[in-house]
């Protein structure tokens, strides 16, 4: 693991709750918890520090997603198994609604011709 990275899981473990998504917060947040006197340096690690806690809230965000999406196929599922019955139904009663309308339109023909 490069030094950047090993630094700021260091800090992270230790004042994670400090940290957000602000690059210039992060670099403040530095300032106050530690002395870096290299500029370079403290840039980069608060830039890995604000790359690593957006990554971490994307991935929250994600998983929230995946178990949204997953409960509601669930309860579609479960939509489809109770009408499954009356959709056994409908297509009797479509037959039995489209037979009179054809003899309708027959006795139709006849009352013209």
Known sequence: MDRIKRLSY?????HKSKFGEDFAD????LDQISIIRSKGLKNELAGYITKFIKK???EEKAKQAR???SESEELMEQEVQVDTPES???P???VAETTPME???ETVEEKTE
């Open 10 to 14: 260091e800090v992270l473990d230790e």
């Open 26 to 29: 992060n670099k403040k947040t």
């Open 56 to 58: 971490e809230i994307r």
């Open 67 to 69: 178990i949204a999406s």
């Open 88 to 90: 056994e139904e409908t």
């Open 92 to 94: 009797i009663e479509t």
């Open 103 to 105: 003899e309708t339109t």
